[in-house]
């Protein structure tokens, strides 16, 4: 989730005016009916289907990757998936 100072600078809205829209969202209080198809599930992270891959790896070298994640405040997947971008772009 994005943080309101983040909203504020990209779409150029200020805390009071999130906190205005967000008040009958949050009541439960949004009448009439919606726009456009309706699709359930979370929405897609880069535009296109992922499909699952996986390895096994020692608990030491999950723990360093974890780490070198958390320093450039990425999750492991976002880490793995820049380090195999970052390789295939020199390939």
């Known amino acids: 989730m994005r943080s309101a100072e983040e ?5 150029n809205i200020t805390s009071q005016d999130i906190e205005r829209l967000s008040a009958p969202w949050e009541a439960g ?3 009439g009916e919606p726009r456009g198809e ?4 979370r ?9 699952p891959i ?3 790896e020692t608990s030491l070298k ?4 974890d780490r070198r994640a958390a320093s450039l405040g ?3 997947s976002d880490y793995l998936r820049w380090v195999v971008d970052k390789d295939l ?3």
């Open 7 to 11: 909203l504020e600078s990209r779409f």
């Open 29 to 31: 209080e949004v009448v």
């Open 38 to 41: 309706i699709i359930v599930g």
């Open 43 to 51: 929405p897609l992270k880069f535009g296109t289907e992922l499909r």
């Open 54 to 56: 996986s390895f096994k």
């Open 62 to 65: 999950i723990s360093a990757i």
């Open 74 to 76: 990425m999750k492991r």
């Open 89 to 91: 772009g020199t390939a």
